[in-house]
């Protein structure tokens, strides 16, 4: 039943609903509604819990996901809740769901505490991505009463950058990932338009652009990556803004739009392209999109889902040089010889961490410029912590192997565990990769780390667009993708999350 402060006849339906033994088995999990509001009832070893229905991050209903143990998984986008606290225990998503003690509420921000002005100690986060967000939260959650100050070059405090290669036409305020006075509210300083030039260590200090220096006791490195520039034409477009996003979305409405890069961000917003510019042509260096990271079969499906909407795909082939006159695009030459029409040319051609700023502070950084740490997300200098796409970090799946995983829910379960390791109570980051792309208002789904694999066992049919795909490497299973057949990916991303290995004849 509920708390007695609710009203009498409410208690009487619920304790009826969770009553019938003959619905609610045990591991199962029921939506049911309570006056207004939608609750969800879970029974686990015997025991009912009742918490709030939707997923934190964007709502979708938790009773479509898995429920394993005491933790529910919601099938959309990965994150995980605990049934009988509401506790978020893996993301995206930011906020925990309410226990059935209220029934006001869909989302439930978890305590915090605010600065005590007294206390001198500063943690200083770079970035103001998830991994920062989530840290600074994180820290408050546990008491932490210093100051707390999130520097970053965007204009805005943190938003929700998947959202941006999604639709591009996105109004600032709805991409927020809180509202300002949240950081008021939790004393969290939010620096915007303010970049890092460099780290002195030594000093525990760090130098800003504008010639200012900020000392720390604590510092996070989360400046994320950059798309690496082609050429130095100022009239290409990069998405990494919101202010580019908007840019993109104006410059190419009824527009000729060439789309260099047949990346996640690339395929993404040429999709979006496809319902608002005259015209669409996507150029990539391999025979089909992601054709590495999910496979040629995935790849031309995917391909021809775009061809359907007129876009038009030149594969295989490069840029060669981007021709235009008065500082405005006219076309773009490949290497093939063929001269593609533009407006408007948006590249997205692979990343680069965000990590000159380090130069000469001792730092260690692997090959690519990635900031290397441990499990406890430490770099090889006391104080100095780093998480998200800046990172390569040992892999629990993958037996600890350094990888670099640009995912916005790894991101964010960095930052927690750096805050953690921050304040003394030492936590690894064992997190499993989940990652979704939405194209034409299809999601497909994809957890685990899929490099380096030598086949692919497909259910369903990818020519009839519903399937699931698991990725083998060394007779097991490292990855899984999926369209159209939910929570099959947020079930693998459990049994993963538990640590057991699902062989290639289990998935037969």
């Known amino acids: 039943g509920l708390d007695g402060a609710e009203e009498q006849q409410e208690e009487e339906e619920v304790t009826g609903m969770v009553c019938q033994e003959v619905d609610l088995r045990d591991g199962q999990m029921k939506e049911v509604t309570v006056g207004d509001q939608k609750v969800l009832l879970v029974r686990t070893r015997g025991q009912y819990s009742a918490v709030?229905?939707?997923?934190?991050?964007?709502?979708?209903?938790?009773?479509?996901?898995?429920?394993?143990?005491?933790?529910?998984?919601?099938?959309?986008?990965?994150?995980?809740?605990?049934?009988r606290t509401g506790d978020i225990e893996e993301y995206p998503g930011l906020d925990c769901l309410p226990s059935y003690k209220s029934l006001k509420l869909t989302k439930r921000v978890k305590e915090m505490c605010t600065r005590e002005p007294d206390i001198q100690h500063t943690t200083l986060l770079i970035g103001g991505g998830p991994a920062s967000l989530v840290c600074a939260e994180?820290?408050?959650?546990?008491?932490?009463?210093?100051?707390?100050?999130?520097?970053?070059?965007?204009?805005?405090?943190?938003?929700?950058?998947?959202?941006?290669?999604?639709?591009?036409?996105?109004?600032?305020?709805?991409i927020l990932l809180r509202p300002s006075d949240f950081y008021q509210q939790h004393g969290v300083e939010v620096w915007t338009?303010?970049?890092?030039?460099?780290?002195?260590?030594?000093?525990?200090?760090?130098?800003?652009?504008?010639?200012?220096?900020?000392?720390?006791?604590?510092?996070?490195?989360?400046?994320?990556?950059?798309?690496v520039p082609l050429g130095c034409h100022k009239t290409l477009?990069?998405?990494?803004?919101?202010?580019?996003?908007?840019?993109?979305?104006?410059?190419?409405?009824?527009?000729?739009?060439?789309?260099?890069?047949a990346s996640f961000i690339g395929m993404e917003?040429?999709?979006?392209?496809?319902?608002?510019?005259?015209?669409?042509?996507?150029?990539?260096?391999?025979?089909?999109?992601?054709?590495?990271?999910?496979?040629?079969?995935?790849?031309?499906?995917?391909?021809?889902?775009?061809?359907?909407?007129?876009v038009k795909f030149y594969m295989t082939d490069f840029v060669d040089e981007i021709k235009g006159e008065n500082g405005k695009v006219k076309g773009v030459l490949l290497k093939s010889g063929i001269v593609l029409?533009?407006?408007?040319?948006?590249?997205?051609?692979?990343?680069?961490?965000?990590?000159?700023?380090?130069?000469?502070s001792q730092l260690e950084v692997d090959s690519r410029k990635a900031v290397i740490v441990d499990k406890f997300m430490r770099t090889n200098i006391p104080d100095i912590f780093s998480a998200g796409d800046v990172t390569s970090f040992p892999l629990t799946i993958r037996g600890d192997q350094r990888v670099n995983v640009g995912h916005w829910q790894m991101s964010?379960?960095?930052?927690?565990?750096?805050?953690?390791?921050?304040?003394?109570?030492?936590?690894?980051?064992?997190?499993?990769?989940?990652?979704?792309?939405?194209?034409?208002?299809?999601?497909?789904?994809?957890?685990?780390?899929g490099e380096g694999?030598?086949?692919?066992?497909?259910?369903?049919?990818?020519?009839?667009?519903?399937?699931?795909?698991?990725?083998i490497k060394d007779e097991v299973v490292v990855a899984a993708a999926s369209l159209m057949f939910d929570p099959a990916v947020a079930r693998v991303a459990e049994l993963m999350a538990t640590g057991q290995v699902i062989s290639k004849a289990q998935a037969q």
Request: some cysteine.
């Open 52 to 83: 709030g229905s939707q997923c934190s991050h964007y709502n979708a209903p938790l009773v479509k996901g898995v429920l394993v143990g005491d933790r529910v998984r919601c099938p959309f986008h990965g994150a995980c809740f605990n049934v």
């Open 138 to 174: 994180t820290l408050r959650q546990n008491c932490y009463q210093g100051r707390i100050v999130i520097v970053t070059k965007d204009t805005l405090p943190p938003f929700d950058k998947p959202k941006l290669s999604k639709a591009l036409d996105l109004d600032s305020s709805s």
């Open 193 to 227: 338009r303010k970049e890092v030039v460099s780290v002195d260590p030594a000093e525990k200090s760090v130098k800003l652009s504008d010639g200012s220096l900020q000392r720390y006791d604590q510092l996070l490195i989360s400046t994320g990556y950059r798309f």
């Open 237 to 261: 477009k990069l998405l990494q803004t919101h202010e580019d996003a908007n840019e993109i979305h104006h410059s190419a409405l009824g527009q000729k739009a060439v789309v260099i890069g």
């Open 269 to 310: 917003v040429a999709s979006y392209l496809s319902n608002t510019a005259a015209s669409v042509a996507v150029v990539g260096p391999s025979r089909y999109p992601y054709e590495r990271s999910l496979g040629p079969q995935i790849g031309r499906m995917i391909m021809q889902m775009l061809e359907e909407k007129n």
């Open 341 to 360: 029409e533009a407006d408007v040319v948006i590249a997205g051609i692979g990343v680069i961490p965000n990590s000159d700023f380090l130069t000469g």
């Open 412 to 449: 964010q379960a960095q930052g927690r565990v750096a805050a953690l390791n921050m304040l003394k109570k030492p936590t690894k980051c064992e997190s499993v990769p989940f990652f979704w792309t939405v194209l034409l208002g299809k999601s497909i789904r994809y957890t685990g780390y």
């Open 453 to 471: 694999y030598t086949e692919i066992l497909f259910k369903g049919k990818v020519e009839e667009r519903k399937f699931l795909a698991f990725y």
